[in-house]
């Protein structure tokens, strides 16, 4: 079976967790929400993955932004100011008794609808808001020897069909991308835009080293992707020089490096794409000397971007 950025340990702890559902605190097994839920009968909400590390939420307001941006864009209202949703993480992750090691999933929908069609006016209630925290950590085997990538061909569509840059629970396309890849053998899909140049992976951001180079598609076709700005953020203060460009798979082959950035693992290098190797010094195998200084670098800007999770409130 091919594995992914995703691939974790399973965890006996999560089998007790707590999860948060319209701010009520439910065991895993009763968390639930209605087969009117628009979430689950159109795939409309938005949603965030965050990670929890070190007693804090990394990147905590980067994420708020693009969720309330998100939001916004599909004229749904959350029912929540930014430091009410905040606290209802913190009280979640508090419940759980988590600090370190985790990965959480925020969702807002835009609620419960009194019948099942697609016409946000027939919604009849608030926004569904759930978070999922997980004890959750990328398996190092997976990170150590990198993933495989096969150019699926599901493209990445423009605004005028579905705008990549929200990160909306309509994924259907990255889910075909996904399979088409899992059905080649590779672990991943390298997605590209209408045109046929790179645009992004199905799950995560695509990035390639040429001569000292580091390139990464420009984000007309792909999420905001809070990894993918941190670590052009990295590589731009240790000098490396970085370009947002378009280019093809013709520049992919000859990469000397390639990695993938996400949340949940941060950065991962891609070993082999469509079955070319992709190797950095005469095909060595693991991650290449750009790949593992920005790795490096990402995790530092992940210690001082952490948001501390605060005691509980007292009262009096």
């Known amino acids: 079976m091919s594995t992914g950025t995703h691939e974790y340990e399973d965890d006996p702890r999560n089998a007790s967790i707590l999860i948060s559902v319209n701010g009520e605190l439910v065991p895993r097994e009763r968390a639930t929400v209605s087969v009117f839920d628009a979430g689950f009968v159109l795939g409309d909400g938005i949603w965030e993955g965050l990670r929890v590390t070190e007693g804090g939420i990394a990147f905590l307001d980067a994420h708020l932004d693009r969720l309330f941006e998100g939001a916004k864009a599909i004229d749904m209202a959350v ?187 941060g950065l991962v290098h891609v070993r082999s794409v469509d079955g070319r190797t992709i190797g950095w010094d005469e095909g060595r195998e693991g991650a290449g000397p750009v790949t593992h200084a920005l790795a490096a670098a990402y995790r530092r800007l992940v210690r001082n971007s952490l948001t501390a999770i605060p005691a509980a409130a007292t009262r009096e």
């Not at 993933?147 to 840059?165: M, N």
């Not at 490096?257 to 996400?262: I, L, Q, S």
């Open 79 to 265: 029912g929540l100011t930014r430091a009410e949703l905040a606290e209802r993480l913190f009280e979640c992750l508090r419940a759980n008794g988590m600090e370190d090691g985790v990965h959480v999933r925020l969702m807002v929908t835009r609620g419960v609808k009194r019948t099942p069609y697609q016409d946000p006016r027939v919604t009849i209630g608030p926004a569904t808001i759930v978070i999922i925290p997980e004890f959750k950590l990328p398996r190092p085997e997976v990170v150590a020897r990198g993933i495989t990538l096969f150019t699926a061909h599901i493209r990445r569509t423009g605004p005028a069909e579905q705008d990549q840059k929200l990160n909306s629970h309509s994924k259907l396309n990255c889910i075909l991308a996904c399979i088409q890849a899992a059905k080649a053998g590779a672990d991943e899909a390298l997605m590209l835009d209408p045109a046929g140049f790179v645009a992004t992976c199905n799950s995560t951001h695509f990035f390639i080293v040429r001569r000292g180079e580091l390139w990464t598609s420009p984000p007309d076709y792909c999420l905001g992707g809070i990894t993918r700005g941190n670590v052009l953020r990295a590589a731009r203060e240790a000098g490396i020089p970085t370009f947002e460009k378009r280019f093809s798979n013709t520049d992919v082959y000859g990469a000397d490096e390639a990695f993938v950035t996400g949340t949940f693992a």
